[in-house]
């Protein structure tokens, strides 16, 4: 018996030994004392260029993703080609389905949208990506103009852990710059402005850019979105992280 605890208690003291030896390279490097990014579901409100492309390199990341239409049905071949984390389904599903909601519609579309839909999205972490224009918009882009764009969403949106993002570029720009997680873009990943009010919408913002093949970069609350909003000194930058945050003058 003697023996055994003797034979215990050096075990137990060179595993001692083995984690102070680790301890310091996990604080060199702090991505080996993380869990791998949890997929989450996700619905998407618009599924054409940007609802489209997006959703798409979130679906390759494994995330599961349901694409909504008023006629589901349409989707099928993007579907189809996506494979089994994919799903169609009407805007109310998606809603319903999603830990997270995508709304990439033509910003015109906001106010009726908000009638069906508002409630529904209390609550819910909702990345907006519409961008206000003046020949298409008329008397939105007017309020925009006036109050912000954060402020004229989060109006339609009451309620919603509301992010901006993903609206600071082309769709195509996504597609070529997303592909295979950002990891074959020269010079590093392409940085993406957020903003939003909620702590922790903002965080699961962040993943979400990540994963889709980007980095984040906090600009500020909701009030802040206007300085990446399209017309902006900071839209349409295709840039890493240090290099946006110097264009934006962010000091962190």
């Not at 001692?16 to 030896?21: D, E, R």
């Not at 702090?30 to 869990?35: T, V």
Request: proline share 5%.
């Amino acid at each position: 018996m003697r023996s055994d605890l003797f034979g215990l208690s050096r075990r137990a003291a060179l595993m001692a030994g083995l984690a102070c030896l680790a301890f310091p390279a996990m604080a060199q490097f702090p991505a080996l004392a993380q869990e791998t990014s949890k997929k989450i579901r996700i619905g998407v409100i618009g599924s054409g260029n940007i609802g489209g492309t997006i959703g798409t390199l979130w679906v390759k990341d494994g995330h599961e993703v349901m694409f909504s239409s008023r006629h589901p049905e349409t989707l099928k071949p993007m579907i189809e080609a996506l494979g089994d984390k994919a799903k169609a389904g009407t805007p109310e599903e998606a809603i319903a389905f999603g830990d997270a909601v995508f709304v990439a519609v033509p910003y015109k579309a906001y106010p009726e949208l908000s009638k069906p839909y508002a409630a529904a999205l209390k609550g819910k972490v909702v990345l907006d990506a519409g961008n206000a224009t003046k020949a298409r918009d008329g008397e939105l882009y007017d309020e925009v103009q006036a109050n912000g764009i954060g402020a004229t969403s989060e109006k339609y949106f009451p309620g919603a852990k509301l992010v901006r993002a993903f609206n600071a570029a082309n769709y195509k720009v996504f597609a070529k710059e997303g592909a295979n997680g950002g990891k074959d873009r020269a010079g590093g990943r392409m940085a993406i402005p957020i903003a939003g009010d909620d702590a922790g919408a903002v965080k699961v913002a962040e993943g979400l850019v990540r994963d889709a093949g980007f980095d984040p970069v906090l600009v500020g609350g909701l009030k802040d979105a206007s300085k990446f909003a399209m017309g902006s000194p900071g839209f349409g930058h295709e840039q890493t992280a240090p290099d946006l945050r110097k264009t934006l003058g962010l000091t962190q």
